[in-house]
Nanobody, 124 residues
Framework: QLRLVESGGGLVQPGGSLRLSCKGSGFSLRDYAVCWFRQAPGKKREGVACVEGSGHTTKYADSVNGRFTISRDGAQGTVYLQMNRLQPEDTNIYHC?????????????????WGQGTQVTVSS
């Protein structure tokens, strides 16, 4: 069964940094668009950052633009989300998702495979 595995979450103080990773289990992410989403309890799921299958094109939510950077390596297509200047409102469960369409869209419904998520907590 194809699935995604996230890692790298944790507890960090405001202003700190974390790097999340997303790997495909049973398949390579190389040709897939990959996007990070977050959803706090009772709130709407939010697309955070997405990268095209080739890695050349990215897309960010306004709330994280300039603070978060999405990238991917060439071999297995592992995708990273570098999060800098974290704020308490960034606290959330972060899920990565892969879409065969290959385009970096923030629309959750267009993604085929999802991970279980990794918790990010920003608190002093």
């Amino acid at each position: 069964q194809l699935r995604l595995v996230e890692s790298g979450g944790g507890l960090v103080q405001p202003g700190g940094s974390l790097r999340l990773s997303c790997k495909g289990s049973g398949f390579s992410l190389r040709d897939y668009a990959v996007c990070w989403f977050r959803q706090a309890p009772g709130k709407k799921r939010e697309g955070v950052a997405c990268v095209e299958g080739s890695g050349h094109t990215t897309k960010y939510a306004d709330s994280v633009n300039g603070r978060f950077t999405i990238s991917r390596d060439g071999a297995q297509g592992t995708v990273y989300l570098q999060m800098n200047r974290l704020q308490p409102e960034d606290t959330n469960i972060y899920h990565c998702a892969a879409g065969a369409h290959g385009m970096p869209t923030l629309t959750a419904a267009l993604y085929d495979y999802w991970g279980q998520g990794t918790q990010v907590t920003v608190s002093s």
